[in-house]
Nanobody, 118 residues
Framework: QVQLVESGGGLVQTGGSLRLSCAAS????????MGWFRQAPGKEREFVAD????????SYADSVKGRFIISGDNFKNTVYLQMNSLKPEDTAVYYC???????????WGQGTQVTVSS
């Protein structure tokens, strides 16, 4: 079994920064992609950013482009999300997701709360 453990959430003022981390443990796997989704109260879970393939090509939702930076370590199956210029609308539970290469099985973390105060 694969476990994803997120850390780094918290409370920050508008304009502040936070860095989220996600590390995979348990059974080893080769990832196809690894990244972040978020879910605000009363809203559906939405894509934030991910990295794909051995080259770790990044993709971002339009709402976070230019403010968030995703990075990762292929060998350690870790991924990070540097969040800058945070806005109240960024408030959500942030979930780490990994998709295994070959099988396409996806794994999810338990989520970490990010709250941006105005």
């Amino acid at each position: 079994q694969v476990q994803l453990v997120e850390s780094g959430g918290g409370l920050v003022q508008t304009g502040g920064s936070l860095r989220l981390s996600c590390a995979a443990s348990g059974r080893t796997f080769t990832r196809h992609s690894m990244g972040w989704f978020r879910q605000a109260p009363g809203k559906e879970r939405e894509f934030v950013a991910d990295i794909t393939g051995s080259a770790a090509m990044p993709s971002y939702a339009d709402s976070v482009k230019g403010r968030f930076i995703i990075s990762g370590d292929n060998f350690k199956n870790t991924v990070y999300l540097q969040m800058n210029s945070l806005k109240p609308e960024d408030t959500a539970v942030y979930y780490c997701r990994a998709v295994a290469a070959g099988t396409g099985i996806d794994y999810w973390g338990q989520g970490t709360q990010v709250t941006v105060s105005s």
